[in-house]
């Protein structure tokens, strides 16, 4: 009997709200003595603390820092061991790139060969209506063998996705890209024995569109990155029996929301297009994931001032959330993005928790270190989804 | 390597003795804000915390509320996610009916029948005495098929234990139960395509039993609920290399206890009644389950001064149990029962530990926000158990 087993079995279909609101990438290291969570103006967030109950989280286990896919999965109740997902994948679901059972998609960047090198890995970044003609013309010119379909997705900038459909494709692949300008092209090499098929396939169409593409200076070749399959995972309204939505604007969090079953709204690029979109499927919907990316971005420059600013431009959109009044709302992270790392780490998510239901206790500060006194201690992100449910009302007792 | 192998191998028998009393239900949430533990007056609890370690446990994981059931079989180390009670054959130990391999047992009702529907699900609530009587009746008149036997055994009021013995049985059937007056009755449903057959056998005995108490005004029929067969589950004894024994006055929890091999102490009905049966088992056992009911009452009933009174209640009787000088004293709850939510819940239990090799912490009181705080953290109640035979000296060391 695991989680999942227990959330089929346990779960039922309740009008109470939650809204889980993931500020990613949030927890840091100090500079100067305090994090940047520490450092910000909070009033909302500290008001909450101190109403509700506070924790840790940790995404996988202690010391192992996860990229975007586990750290998410786990916060939606997903064993992140179990489950795993390509960055290719996420990709496609988040450009609206539909995926079958028999497709293998991949990231892909236009970018520039000269002299046998490939001299920029991006191409130039050349313009997204750049893209969008090249895309066509690689589709048009493209003739794959019978029995084999590839599709070219146009993305921003350099960016695209491929999709090859076809019987008995893997994803048991290493990137096509050297990683590094100045170096020559790279193929993609099977991990299995049974890959070498797909690669060779992959190989060839990495040839056939470097040929399609050799009369141009710029955006002559390709490199293919995270090749992924669909995956079998079961949906949320499946597990759980509630009608969750995505409130997020990156590709890839609506692609993994997408994946989970969840309904993707339509949001804009502002902070403030989050809570319009909050507010317009509040409604229709119980469960709602709403996703904050400038805590992470900030983090990944290593820039500890626009992450204090990022974190206070949050805090000021508490109060319409609150004003929605959810039985259930938690304010936490996928991962910790520290300034002084400039990357994901492993260190732990503060939790915010308030329900009519939440023990409140001393923590009344929205910081990792006072989280770290709070009533719900430490746990496993995949604790996170039984105990929102619970508060909920939406999880039945087990056994008698 | 899990628990269960490692105690086998681990464990020696001492003549160290451990009390573990369980307040039923003890966990609360703060009215007026307080808790019922915050706000008892417990002189000994609290002087017990201030001597001895605290923390708290989840007795599944957060979020999953416990039946009484999976709580108590992790609080003596039993994984309640591998090892399923149905709440029949709690039912039938409780109530000092033996069952073996073969049988399959369930919670009975004697329900009123009324031009074609079930009118009182309870029948009034005849006497016992009556039950009795109809119980004689049934037991004389029913023609089971060869190789099956049927047995009813009378409870309290309207309530009664069947027991089916015979090859085959299977306890995956739905409930036999209209669950609300005014319906029609309800046959078993088979869960399971092996389950056909018992179901025949079931529903044939519920026409049976209705034909020959046809002639009755009231309790004239039966409903069924929890069937059960006996599962699989190593002894305490086994495990452990204990004597224990159980002291509780309520039919479940001395029948999870036989279930697990202890031996049941007669006990009153009365909270003193406890503590003479503690004293009077002291000298023959070396393990001491201690099952206090009014906190768990109280906390269904919503009823908050009385969950306050039956905490100060018992914290008057602790002394008794100091004077019999035990080199483990833990008190703890097996699930939270919060009079807000009048019912189980998954909130955390308080855990006090007393014993020479405890580390004295800065809990001075023994309460659910105080034990969040102290030494022994928050953990899984399945490693309680563990904990209380390592501070009695019964756990030897894992590897060289």
Redesign the interface.
């Known amino acids: 009997?695991?989680?999942e087993t227990?959330a089929r079995e346990?779960s039922v279909s309740t009008p109470s709200k939650i809204v889980l609101l993931v500020l990613d990438g949030l927890g840091d290291l100090p500079v100067d003595g305090k994090t940047a969570l520490e450092k910000a103006h909070t009033p909302n967030l500290d008001r909450l603390a101190a109403k509700g109950a506070c924790g840790l989280t940790d995404p996988v286990f202690r010391g192992i820092t996860p990229g975007s896919g586990p750290s998410h999965l786990a916060l939606f109740g997903y064993d992140p061991l179990r489950y795993q997902l390509g960055r290719g994948i996420l990709e496609a679901l988040g450009s609206g790139v539909e995926v079958g059972p028999n497709d293998l998609v991949a990231r892909g960047n236009y970018a520039t060969l000269k002299g046998g090198l490939v001299v920029d890995r991006r191409a130039g970044r050349i313009p997204t209506s750049e893209n969008e003609k090249l895309c066509r013309r690689v589709n048009d010119a493209l003739q794959p063998p019978p029995g084999l379909r590839i599709a070219l997705f146009p993305g921003k900038e350099h960016r695209f996705v491929v999709r090859f459909s076809g019987e008995g494709l893997t994803d048991a692949l290493s990137d096509a890209d050297p990683q590094k300008d100045h170096k020559p092209r790279a193929y993609a090499k099977p991990l299995s024995s049974e890959a070498k098929k797909t690669a060779d396939i992959v190989n060839r169409f990495l040839d056939d569109v470097t040929k399609i593409l050799s009369d141009l200076a710029v955006a002559n070749t390709v490199l293919l990155r995270g090749f992924s399959k669909f995956p079998a995972i079961p949906s949320m309204p499946d597990l759980y029996k509630i009608r969750p939505a995505a409130v997020a604007n990156y590709p890839m969090y609506k692609g993994l929301a997408r994946l989970l079953g969840m309904d993707v709204m339509d949001v804009g690029a502002d902070t403030r297009d989050l809570f319009d979109a909050l507010e317009a499927g509040y409604k229709a919907h119980d469960f709602f994931y709403v996703h904050y990316k400038k805590t992470d971005a900030a983090g990944e420059d290593g820039n500890f001032p626009a992450k204090v600013k990022a974190i206070e431009e949050i805090d000021s959109f508490l109060p319409r959330i609150e004003a929605l009044e959810p039985d259930v709302l938690a304010v936490t992270a996928d991962h910790s993005t520290p300034c002084l790392l400039k990357s994901h780490s492993w260190h732990p998510n503060p939790f915010l928790l308030v329900a009519?239901?939440a023990?409140?206790?001393?923590a009344v500060e929205f910081s990792e270190r006072v989280c770290s006194?709070g009533?719900?201690?430490?746990?496993p992100a995949l604790?996170a989804?039984?105990?929102?449910?619970?508060?909920a009302g939406k999880?039945?007792?087990?056994?008698?």
């Open positions: 009997m695991d989680w227990l346990l009519k239901s023990l409140p206790d001393d006194r009533f719900l201690g430490r746990f604790q989804m039984p105990l929102l449910l619970a508060h999880l039945q007792k087990y056994g008698a």
